[in-house]
């Protein structure tokens, strides 16, 4: 529950989608937010997408799997994306801009395999909190055309508090250059 900040203990066991909304509806009654309760897949993704028209995908996932599949469909349907992954101590956050920049497939090539016993990454609490607050502030700053970090990637080592961004290239071979 310590990194999940839109809910308390007296919750345990309630609808996490509902209560997200009524949470983040009283921080601003101004803000409609449309809310689905439901796996991600292509299917679903592709449906949700349909319904609205979005300026961005962020990606909030903890599974390599989805984070590829949300690049994909963000070229696909030419959204710019911000894709965040955490693990223990350590994360790493990069903003794409289809059709412009290297994507996240540019940088990792396939998900990396995990063995079905390894079970969820560790994670120290504030780790997500922290390069959740990055995702937002990439999303303010690519809205506003400030320097952000398309072809770039930021990375996250709050074990030694250091801050590394590194280069990127768009592949050519890749599926943001087709
Ligand atoms: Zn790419």
Redesign the pocket.
């Known amino acids: 529950m310590q990194r999940q900040i839109l809910y308390n203990e007296t919750q345990i066991g309630e609808d996490k989608v509902k209560l997200a909304k009524e949470v983040l509806s009283k921080l601003n009654s101004d803000v409609k937010i449309s809310s689905y309760k439901d796996y991600v897949n292509e299917e679903s993704i592709k449906k949700y997408l349909k319904e609205v028209s979005y300026d961005f995908i962020v990606d909030c996932s903890d599974n390599f799997k989805t984070k590829f599949l949300v690049n994909k469909i963000a070229i696909e349907n030419n959204l710019r994306c911000i894709i965040a992954g955490i693990k223990d101590f350590y994360g790493q956050i990069i903003t794409i801009n289809p059709k412009e920049t290297?994507?996240?497939?540019?940088v990792f090539s396939k998900p990396l395999e995990t063995s079905p016993d390894e079970g969820p990454l560790p994670v120290i609490g504030v780790t997500p909190g922290i390069l959740g607050t990055l995702e937002a502030l990439e999303v303010i700053k690519t809205a506003l055309g400030l320097p952000n970090l398309e072809n770039k990637v930021l990375m996250v080592n709050l074990m030694d508090l250091r801050f590394n961004i590194i280069d990127i290239v768009?592949?050519e071979k890749?599926?943001?250059?087709k």
């Open positions: 290297a994507c996240y497939q540019c768009k592949n890749c599926i943001c250059s």
